[in-house]
């Protein structure tokens, strides 16, 4: 492992821990569509085909993310949308699935625990805007976890090592009590879109103090898929890699000077019409 900028390079191999047995303990078939993505792509092409209105746009845009019907102002730009427009913005199709869970990590006895929080129903989320047209600021609803997924020995065996290089990069700090987030994601690719992207937004911060901006568990038929670290300090990308699985990126976050983006996907054997590049992602937020 290398540290620098607060950026390690991992394999899961390090910690004893296989990818197989992270696929039979957390199985990606069973996800659920994210569709907030639906909404989120159709909120975007109207603020570009309608830039005048995009207060109102953003005053409106977590109602319409919520509920079934579109509210008031949203509902009228839709109305009078150009066919062409119109056929784009309802074409739309949800592109990766997710689920999500939370966990407290409490450092006792010179050791770190690490507890569910047992969430029942679908979980909001939200990310630090990095600027007011950042739609991210909205609280996405992501289903949670499958019971046995969440309580699953080996993502707390993972949290632990997660927390254990936290220690190592704060020693000042000394965090004894961390809010860990896990976003399990697959992100499809079947042969009507030609890419689709993890990070749609582009170059971004997730918010929180530290993070695993993905750890690949499982990769098929793709190309594609370039974590790429960029320092604004150095106005520069100072890390480009693409994770095979077993391998992750873990680094600061908040405050800091590295953004993170990933790079679209495409099939690699386009004939077989499906690929997909299953990750975990995490984000750590102290407490204490
Ligand atoms: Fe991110």
Redesign the pocket.
């Known amino acids: 492992m290398q540290l620098k900028y607060k950026i390690i390079k991992f394999n899961t191999d390090e910690f004893g821990i296989k990818t197989e047995s992270i696929k039979n303990e957390m199985p990606f078939e069973l996800l659920i569509w994210d569709v907030n993505d639906i909404k989120i792509s159709q909120l975007k092409l109207l603020i570009e085909l309608y830039p005048e209105d995009k207060d109102v746009i953003l005053q409106e845009a977590q109602h319409y993310l919520d509920n079934q019907l579109a509210p008031k102002h949203i509902q009228n730009l839709i109305s009078r949308l150009s066919d062409v427009a119109r056929k784009k913005f309802y074409a739309y199709k949800p592109f990766r699935k997710r689920s999500m869970s939370r966990f407290i990590a409490e450092h006792i006895n010179n050791q770190w625990e690490v507890n569910n929080i047992d969430l029942l129903e679908s979980i909001g989320f939200t990310q630090r805007a990095d600027h007011p047209l950042d739609l991210r600021q909205l609280i996405r609803k992501f289903p949670p976890m499958a019971l046995a997924t969440r309580h699953s020995p080996i993502l707390k065996a993972l949290i632990k090592n997660f927390v254990a290089i936290i220690s190592e990069c704060e020693p000042q700090k000394k965090p004894t009590k961390i809010e860990v987030t896990c976003h399990q994601m697959s992100l499809l690719i079947d042969g009507s879109t030609p890419s689709v992207c993890n990070?749609p937004e582009g170059l971004?911060?997730?918010g929180s103090d530290y993070?695993v901006?993905a750890l690949v568990i499982d990769k098929y038929n793709i190309e594609g898929g370039i974590s790429q670290l960029y320092c604004a300090e150095k106005k520069g990308f100072i890390k480009s890699h693409t994770l095979e699985p077993g391998e992750g990126l873990f680094h600061i976050d908040k405050n800091s000077t590295i953004w993170?983006q990933v790079t679209p996907i495409t099939l690699r054997e386009p004939s077989i019409k499906i690929g997909y590049r299953n990750i975990l992602?995490f984000d750590f937020n102290y407490i204490a």
């Open positions: 990070s971004h911060q997730d993070i901006s993170h992602g």
